[in-house]
């Protein structure tokens, strides 16, 4: 295990490195090419052989792939057969088909050390108690946390979603010392341990991993102080391409991206042009080791900027990202704030009337754009809860968000069941 993360310390040579990546890349395109429907067809389309590609500037010949390719083409994609598939993960999709990702043993293995490779990065060693409070399910971010925790030999407590009152206990029990939860959440743990009369800081708690956004400066202080953390990071990725990144530890505005898994390349949004250095556009990621799903020229609909490899101080000379990153579709802003779809949703989760899908809607022809909350009731809802329940979540969102929606209107199960804008601008 050790071995692993001194690999990445002593291959010091950028160029050796892209030598590295550009050889993983032939071997992959060549491997999907013969065994993906999907890519072969889209290669053959563009008049592209993986044969041709003999640089990464060759490689920008190569077409881009959607993420609704990728919902519309489960089978088409997969480049194993069925037998060799050893589990599956879905997210929400945008088209109205579920995001399926498929991995074969090997996959899973590769996400574990990427993953174990992160928490060693951050000193975690086997004396650490690993406590992981996202959904387990379908969702991917959880298992990856837990594969990687097991891998070092950590102690893991894998409780997912729970009352906080029962994660604040098991913090208390088991004396966790790293906790992995959204970022709000983190908040809510401290804001339940507040008024229970703990002072979590007493604990053994000493990495915050965050969660769906970065932290933000005050935010970090506040984990520090209140929660007793020396460190907090944000963990950056998604369940199409898992065990992707490490928040430097020295420098929290910058993702290293593994290089031996990913290729990362930045395009612009509109034109899908290559970016270069330092311009900020869409990330692009390519699988370079993906078995069972593998990622080609994908457009992650995620907006950062590329740096290129760096030699950073915390001694990691990997490719690195920008880690003020947007999503591209969905975020908006009302009054200056910026505001998350999957934020709110996080902050709706709370109550058991709704099921957790919205959409935001912002009038700029008004002075001071008024915004609308359209939220999505689960078929149980009591007629006389309605006013109360639009109340709470309206205080909801203002004490976490800072913003007030000028209405929150219930909208009937199943409207959103088919491809829905989660953000509308009307200007
Ligand atoms: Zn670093």
Partial sequence: MTELFLKEKTRESFKELEEHQLS???????????????????????????????????????????????EQNFKGILAVPPSEISTVRMSSGTTGNPLRVAHTKRDIAMITDASARRLLYYGATKKDVVQITSAYGLWQAAWSMHWGAERIGAFVIPVGPAETERQILLIKQFGTTILY???????????????????????????????AEKPTKTQTEILKMEGG????????????????????????????????????????????????????????????????????????????????????????????????????????????????????????????????????????????????????????????RDKTLKQEITMEIKTRVGIGFNEVAFVPQGEFENKFKKVIVIS
């Fill in 229 to 384: 953390y020396r460190t907090v990071i944000s963990d950056y990725g998604a369940t199409e391409f898992p065990g992707f990144s490490v928040n430097c530890k020295s420098n929290p505005d910058v993702h290293h991206v593994w290089p031996e898994y990913y290729l990362v390349e930045v395009v612009d949004p509109k034109t899908h042009e290559p970016l270069g250095i330092g311009e900020r556009g869409e990330l692009v990621i390519t699988s370079l080791q993906r078995e069972a799903f593998p990622l080609v020229r994908y457009l992650s609909k995620d907006l950062t900027t590329y740096l290129g490899f760096t030699k950073c101080e915390c001694g990691l000379c990997h490719p690195t990202i920008s880690a003020d990153i947007d999503r591209e579709d969905s975020m908006t802003k009302i009054r200056g704030v910026t505001i998350f779809p999957s934020h709110i949703e996080f902050l709706l989760s709370k109550f058991p009337e709704v099921t957790g899908k919205c959409q935001i809607i912002v009038d700029k022809r008004t002075p001071a754009h008024e915004a609308t909350l359209r939220v999505e009731t689960a078929a149980s809802l009591p007629a006389y």
């Fill in 181 to 211: 939860a959204a970022t709000n959440y983190h908040f809510r743990i401290l804001e339940v341990a507040k008024s229970l009369g703990e002072d979590l800081s007493r604990y053994k708690l000493k990495l915050a991993v965050c969660v």
């Fill in 24 to 70: 993983l890349l032939q071997r992959q395109l060549r491997r999907v090419y013969h065994r993906s429907r999907f890519y072969r067809e889209k290669f053959d389309a563009a008049g592209v052989k993986p044969s041709q590609i003999n640089s990464l500037k060759d490689f920008a010949k190569v077409p881009l792939t959607s993420r609704e390719e990728l």
